[in-house]
């Protein structure tokens, strides 16, 4: 059965960074195209970055240059680091495949405000 624990968010000022973590189970993160998706309140939601097997990356652009994509093999793990915070990157933050199954899990709410 697969799982998607997502964690590490939280309340930042604005410039600030964060690092969410996605722990998975019942499915090899090193042999699947992964990605974070975030929904803000009334938006749908949307993919922010993926990484593939073969650690080609991708993001929105209304991310790029702030936020990264990686992962530890070893613990099955898949991070989003992100820097230079805005207001409008106010969301609950997902970890799913790319293209998303219908697994979902918690999410992690980030705020960004002073």
């Known amino acids: 059965q697969v799982q998607f624990v997502e964690s590490g968010g939280g309340l930042v000022q604005p410039g600030g960074s964060l690092r969410l973590s996605c722990a998975a189970s019942?499915?090899?993160?090193?042999?699947?195209?992964m990605g974070w998706y975030r929904q803000a309140p009334g938006n749908q939601r949307e993919l922010v970055a993926t990484?593939?097997?073969?650690?080609?990356?991708d993001d929105r652009a209304s991310v790029r240059g702030r936020f990264a994509i990686f992962r530890d093999n070893t613990k099955n793990t898949v991070y989003l680091q992100m820097n230079v915070l805005k207001p409008e990157d106010t969301a609950v933050y997902y970890c799913?495949?790319?293209?998303?199954?219908?697994?979902w899990g918690q999410g992690t709410q980030v705020t960004v405000s002073s």
């Open positions: 799913n495949t790319e293209p998303q199954s219908t697994t």
């Open positions: 019942g499915i090899a993160c090193r042999s699947t195209k």
């Open positions: 990484i593939s097997p073969f650690q080609i990356l």
